[in-house]
C-alpha cells in the first residue's frame, strides 16, 4: 500500500497566496489549477493527491502528486512553469508591448488614410514607426492572446452616398429615407 502524501506545513502568507492564485482569473489557468490542488488538499487533509488533482480538472492520476511533490520542494514557485529548452524569442516584451499599443490606436488618428488595421497594414505601421519587421503570424499571435479580436471593415455600408453618387437611384424604393 502507497504512503499517503500530505502537503508539507504552510505558512500564513503561503496559504493567502493559494488562495489567491487558486481562484485567480488574471493567472494563467495553469497555475490556478495547480494551486487548487495544494487549496483542495489543505482544506481537506485526508484527500488523496490523485483524487484532488482529478478534482482540479486534472485528467491524469499522477498530475495531483506531481505538483504536491514539486509545491512541498520548491514552495509557490514551485507551481510556476520551469523554463524550457528551445529557440529564444525573437522579440522582446517591450517590442511585443509597442505593437499591442499600436494596434490599440486608431489608424486615422495616427495620419494614416484608413478607419481600421489589417495585418499588412499593422506590420507597414510597425516597420515604419519603429523600424523592426514582425511577421503577420507572429502579431496575430500576440493580438490573440492579448484578447483582442480582428474586426472586419465593411466600408461599402457606411457612408455609400459619398462612394457612390447614384447610390441613392441604384438603392431603390426599400430604402426609407429618415
Same mark, same amino acid.
Given at each position: 500500500?502507497?504512503?499517503?502524501?500530505?502537503?508539507?506545513?504552510?505558512?500564513?502568507?503561503?496559504?493567502?497566496?493559494?488562495?489567491?492564485?487558486?481562484?485567480?482569473?488574471?493567472?494563467s489557468?495553469?497555475?490556478?489549477?495547480?494551486?487548487?490542488?495544494?487549496?483542495?488538499?489543505?482544506?481537506?487533509?485526508?484527500?488523496?493527491a490523485? %483524487?484532488?488533482g482529478?478534482?482540479? @480538472?486534472?485528467?491524469?492520476?499522477?498530475?495531483?502528486?506531481?505538483?504536491?511533490?514539486?509545491?512541498?520542494?520548491?514552495?509557490?514557485?514551485?507551481?510556476?512553469? %520551469?523554463?524550457?529548452p528551445?529557440?529564444?524569442?525573437?522579440?522582446?516584451?517591450?517590442?511585443?508591448? /509597442?505593437?499591442?499599443?499600436?494596434?490599440?490606436?486608431?489608424?486615422?488618428?495616427?495620419?494614416?488614410?484608413?478607419?481600421?488595421?489589417?495585418?499588412?497594414?499593422?506590420?507597414t505601421?510597425?516597420?515604419?514607426?519603429?523600424?523592426?519587421?514582425?511577421?503577420?503570424?507572429?502579431?496575430?499571435?500576440?493580438?490573440?492572446?492579448? @484578447?483582442?479580436?480582428?474586426?472586419?471593415?465593411?466600408?461599402?455600408?457606411?457612408?455609400?452616398e %459619398?462612394?457612390?453618387?447614384q447610390?441613392?437611384? %441604384?438603392?431603390? /424604393?426599400?430604402?426609407?429615407?429618415?
Amino acid at each position: 500500500m502507497s504512503r499517503l502524501l500530505q502537503v508539507r506545513e504552510v505558512s500564513e502568507e503561503e496559504a493567502k497566496q493559494l488562495r489567491q492564485l487558486s481562484t485567480s482569473r488574471t493567472e494563467s489557468v495553469r497555475l490556478a489549477q495547480r494551486a487548487k490542488v495544494i487549496q483542495l488538499m489543505l482544506d481537506t487533509p485526508k484527500l488523496p493527491a490523485d %483524487k484532488a488533482g482529478k478534482l482540479a @480538472g486534472y485528467k491524469s492520476k499522477y498530475a495531483g502528486r506531481k505538483w504536491v511533490k514539486r509545491f512541498n520542494e520548491y514552495g509557490i514557485q514551485g507551481l510556476y512553469d %520551469k523554463q524550457r529548452p528551445g529557440r529564444p524569442p525573437d522579440h522582446t516584451e517591450d517590442v511585443r508591448s /509597442s505593437l499591442i499599443n499600436l494596434a490599440l490606436q486608431k489608424p486615422d488618428s495616427l495620419g494614416y488614410p484608413f478607419a481600421l488595421w489589417t495585418l499588412e497594414r499593422l506590420q507597414t505601421a510597425f516597420r515604419e514607426r519603429c523600424g523592426m519587421h514582425v511577421a503577420t503570424s507572429t502579431i496575430w499571435e500576440w493580438i490573440d492572446s492579448e @484578447g483582442l479580436k480582428w474586426k472586419r471593415q465593411q466600408s461599402w455600408f457606411h457612408e455609400a452616398e %459619398k462612394h457612390d453618387s447614384q447610390f441613392v437611384e %441604384k438603392r431603390g /424604393s426599400s430604402y426609407i429615407h429618415i
